[in-house]
């Protein structure tokens, strides 16, 4: 059974920085690329970035140069490195695995996902 878990959130200053990690099970990062979604309250779902089996980045115009995802093939664990934190990067961030990506080359879906978590930046 594949599994995402999700975890990392919390209460940061603007500025400050937080690293996300989604721990996989019931596949291997071999198999399958990782994505992290986000979203805010009252906004549509953002996919923020993407790292794939062979280790190849995708990243989200906002926040590009701020966030750095990594994966530890050993743990199963894809990081999402976040730094210079925004107010506008609150919301709940969401892993999924099997990341599909639109015409427009952004990432859209996923097919499996794990419970969010939840990233609160203050002013």
């Known amino acids: 059974e594949v599994q995402l878990q999700a975890s990392g959130g919390g209460l940061v200053l603007a500025g400050g920085s937080l690293r996300l990690s989604c721990a996989a099970s019931?596949?291997?990062?071999?198999?399958?690329?990782i994505a992290w979604f986000r979203q805010a309250p009252g906004k549509e779902r953002e996919g923020v970035s993407c790292?794939?089996?062979?280790?190849?980045?995708y990243y989200a115009d906002s926040v590009k140069g701020r966030f750095t995802i990594s994966s530890d093939n050993a743990k199963n664990t894809v990081y999402l490195q976040m730094n210079s934190l925004k107010p506008e990067d609150t919301a709940v961030y969401y892993c999924t695995a099997r990341p599909l990506f639109g015409p427009e080359g952004k990432l859209v879906s996923g097919d499996y996902w794990g419970q969010g978590t939840l990233v609160t930046v203050s002013s």
């Open positions: 019931g596949f291997t990062l071999d198999d399958y690329a």
């Open positions: 790292i794939s089996s062979d280790g190849s980045t």
